[in-house]
C-alpha cells in the first residue's frame, strides 16, 4: 500500500492532496449548514409552540371552586381530532385538561420549570422524557412551561405542555440535506475535475522536460528547447550548460586521444626506423624522446583542464593569486626581477580555481622569461561575469605576425626563454573553454614601462 | 659541493648520481624520504634535489621538516605533477626551484649550477676571482688565460673555495663537502690537495691565492 503511494506521479499526488483537502473542506461547510438550518427550524418550530403556549395560558380560567377550566379557545386546532397541535395541563401527577386533538392518546411527559419554557426538537434528536405513556406515535416537538396560578382564590402550580407535529420540519429538514448534499458533491466533483484540469496544465513543463529528456537520451535532440516557465527555464539551462559541458568534454577528450595517437605514432614509427638501423643515431632518437615527451605533457594537461566540474561555483582567489604571485617573485628573484602586482582585493573567479592558477601561472612565467627586470600583473572582475588578468613586462614584445604562432602547442619564439613550449598554449585552451579571450598586446599598445604583455578575458 | 639525490626510481637516481658526480659534486644518493631526512640532517649538504613522490616520507614533508630545522640550503623539487597549483605547494612547502618530469639531465645541471651559484652570489656559470676562473658548466679551469688541469678531487676543493671566496673553511668542512660518504676520508690528504692546487695554480708562489689560517683553515684570496 505504502509502495503505491511512494509511486505516485506529482500530478496525482497534487490531485490526491486537492481531493482530500475538497472532501475535509466540503464535509465541514455540510455540518455547519446543516446545524444552522436546523437551528433555524427549531427556532421556528419553538415560535409557534410559544403562540399556543400563550394562547392556552390567555384561556386558562379557575372558579371559586377551585376548578380549572378552559373555554373559548382561540386555537381551533386544539379542538379538531389529529390536527397536530395538541395541548396538555397537569397539576402535579393529576391530568387537568387534554386538547381535542388528543383523542385516545398523550402527549410525554417531560420536564417543567417554574417560570420557564422547555423546548425539545424531535428534529435534533429524542426528547429527554419523564414519563412515557401511549404517547403520539408520530415525531412531535414539544414546549413545557410551569406556572404558579395565584388569584386569591387558589394558590397551585400547573405544568402546562403544547406540542406540534415534527413532520413538516423535519421533511423540509430532510430536503434541505439532500439538497445541500447533492449542491456539496457536484461542487466537489466540479472543484476536483477543474484542479486536474489544473494540475495537468502546471505539469505539463515537468512532463515536456521529461518528454526532452528521453530524446536527447535517444538522441533524437541535443539540448532542451527553451519554451519553458521562468521557474523550469532556469533548470533546464543549467542542464543545457551540463549537457554542453559534458559533450565538450567528450570531444575534447575524443580529440585529445586522436591527437595524441597521431602526434606519438610518428615519432615511434622514426624511432623504430632509427632503431633497425645498423648504426643508431642517439641525436635522432633524443629529439623524438623529447618530442614524445612534450605531446603527453601537452596532451595530458588539456585533458586535465577540460576535467571540470559542470556547475560553476564563485570562489573568492585573492589568496590563492597572492600566493602563486610570491611563489613566482621568489622563483624570478635571484635574476633580478621585480613582479609588481595589484589585485582587487574582492576578487571572485566563477570556475575552477586550478584553472585560473593554470592561466596566470603560465602567463606570469611568460613574462618573467622575457622580462628584463620587471614584470607587472593586474587581475579585476568586471561585475561577476568576466575575469581580467593583464600581465606586462619590459622585455622586447612579440612581433603580431607571431603572435598566432604563440598561441599554438609546443610553439616557441625563441630558445633563450626556457620551457617546454606548451605554457600559452595551455592557457589559450582553458581560456577558449570559458569563452574567453587572450591577446599579445603590441609594443606601443601599452606604455614605454612595460612595452609588451599579454591580456586575458575568461568569462565566468 | 655535496648534493643530495632523493629519487625512488632507481634509473633515474643512478643517472642523476653518475652525471652530478662527473661535474665535480659529491652525491649523496637515497630512494625513500625516510633516508632524504636523514641526510640532510646530519650530513653537510650544499643542495637537494628532491622528488615530491617519495616512499615511506612525502617530498613535502621532507622538505618542511628540513625548513623547520632551519637547514638552509637550496632544494630542487622534481615532480610529474605539472600544474601549477601543485608547484605552488612544493614552492610554498621551502623550495626553492622545480623541473617537471621528464626532464633533460642538461636541464637538471643547469639548474642545480644556477641554485648553486645563487647561495655564491654568482649570476652565471662562470666563477672569477682575478685573473682564476671556474667554468662550472664545463669544469676548464684557467689562470690569467692559462688552462689549468686538476684532478677531480683539486676541482672540487677549488670550486667550493670559489664559492666561499675571502671566507675561512676548516678543513673539517673541505672534508664534509668533497668527500663522498663511504670514502675514508683523511683530513691530511686535504693538506696534500691544497699543496698541489697552490703549485698548479700559482707555481712561483708569487701570487699565494690560497692562504693558510694555522688552526683555523684556508682562505681563497679576493683578488683585488
Known sequence: ?460 | MRILVAEDEASIREHLEQRLTEKGYIVDAVDNGADALYCGEEYAIDLAVIDLGLPKVDGIEVIKTLRQQNKKFPILILTARSRWQEKVEGLEAGADDYLTKPFHIEELIARVNALVRRVAGQTDNMLTNGDLSVDVGTQVVKYAGENIDLTAYEYRLLHYLMLNIDKVVSKTELVEHIYAEDNDKDSNTIEVFVRRLRTKLDPSSKHKPIETLRGRGYRLVKAD
Open chain 1, 1 to 460: 500500500m505504502l509502495t503505491v503511494f511512494k509511486n505516485l506521479s506529482l500530478r496525482n499526488r497534487a490531485a490526491l492532496a486537492a481531493a482530500l483537502t475538497l472532501f475535509f473542506f466540503f464535509s465541514l461547510a455540510g455540518f455547519g449548514l446543516l446545524r444552522a438550518y436546523e437551528d433555524s427550524l427549531n427556532n421556528a418550530a419553538e415560535g409557534e409552540l410559544r403562540a399556543y403556549m400563550l394562547s392556552l395560558l390567555g384561556a386558562i380560567d379557575v372558579d371559586e371552586k377551585g376548578v380549572l377550566s378552559l373555554e373559548d379557545l382561540p386555537v381551533s386546532a386544539f379542538n379538531q381530532p389529529n390536527s397536530g397541535v395538541y395541548a396538555e395541563v397537569w397539576q402535579k401527577q393529576r391530568l387537568l385538561w387534554r386538547s381535542n386533538s388528543l383523542i385516545g392518546q398523550s402527549l410525554p411527559k417531560v420536564e417543567t420549570r417554574l417560570g420557564k419554557y422547555q423546548f425539545y426538537s424531535s428534529i435534533t434528536g429524542d426528547i429527554p422524557l419523564v414519563e412515557r405513556s401511549s404517547e403520539l406515535s408520530s415525531s412531535n416537538n414539544i414546549l413545557s412551561l410551569k406556572i404558579d396560578w395565584n388569584d386569591g382564590v387558589l394558590s397551585e402550580q400547573f405544568d402546562l405542555i403544547v406540542a406540534n407535529d415534527a413532520e413538516p420540519f423535519l421533511r423540509r429538514q430532510e430536503g434541505y440535506k439532500e439538497n445541500l448534499l447533492l449542491w456539496l458533491l457536484g461542487l466537489g466533483l466540479g472543484l476536483v475535475f477543474l484542479q486536474i484540469l489544473l494540475f495537468r496544465w502546471l505539469f505539463r513543463p515537468i512532463n515536456k522536460v521529461v518528454d526532452e529528456l528521453e530524446s536527447i537520451q535517444a538522441g533524437e535532440q541535443q539540448q532542451f528547447s527553451d519554451q519553458y516557465p521562468n521557474e523550469v527555464d532556469r533548470l533546464t539551462q543549467s542542464l543545457n550548460v551540463f549537457l554542453a559541458n559534458e559533450n565538450q568534454h567528450i570531444k575534447r577528450v575524443k580529440e585529445s586521444l586522436a591527437n595524441l595517437a597521431h602526434s606519438l605514432k610518428t615519432p615511434l614509427a622514426v624511432i623504430r626506423a632509427e632503431l633497425s638501423n645498423k648504426k643508431i643515431d642517439q641525436t635522432a632518437l633524443q629529439e623524438q624522446v623529447d618530442r614524445i615527451a612534450t605531446v603527453i605533457n601537452y596532451q595530458l594537461n588539456r585533458t586535465s583542464t577540460s576535467v571540470r566540474p559542470s556547475y560553476r561555483q564563485a570562489y573568492s582567489c585573492y589568496e590563492q593569486v597572492q600566493r602563486l604571485i610570491a611563489v613566482m617573485q621568489r622563483l624570478h628573484e635571484p635574476e633580478g626581477i621585480l613582479i609588481e602586482a595589484n589585485i582587487a582585493s574582492d576578487l571572485v573567479f566563477k570556475g575552477d580555481v586550478d584553472d585560473l592558477s593554470e592561466v596566470l601561472g603560465n602567463v606570469l612565467e611568460n613574462a618573467c622569461k622575457w622580462a628584463k627586470s620587471r614584470a607587472s600583473v593586474v587581475i579585476s572582475n568586471d561585475g561577476d561575469r568576466k575575469l581580467h588578468i593583464k600581465v606586462l613586462d619590459d622585455g622586447p614584445g612579440i612581433p603580431q605576425d607571431q603572435i598566432n604562432e604563440v598561441l599554438q602547442r609546443g610553439r616557441r619564439l625563441d630558445v633563450q626563454a626556457e620551457g617546454q613550449g606548451i605554457g600559452l598554449s595551455m592557457v589559450n585552451d582553458i581560456v577558449e573553454s570559458y569563452s574567453g579571450e587572450i591577446s599579445l598586446k603590441e609594443s606601443n599598445d601599452i606604455n614605454v614601462e612595460f612595452p609588451s604583455g599579454l591580456a586575458v578575458i575568461i568569462n565566468m
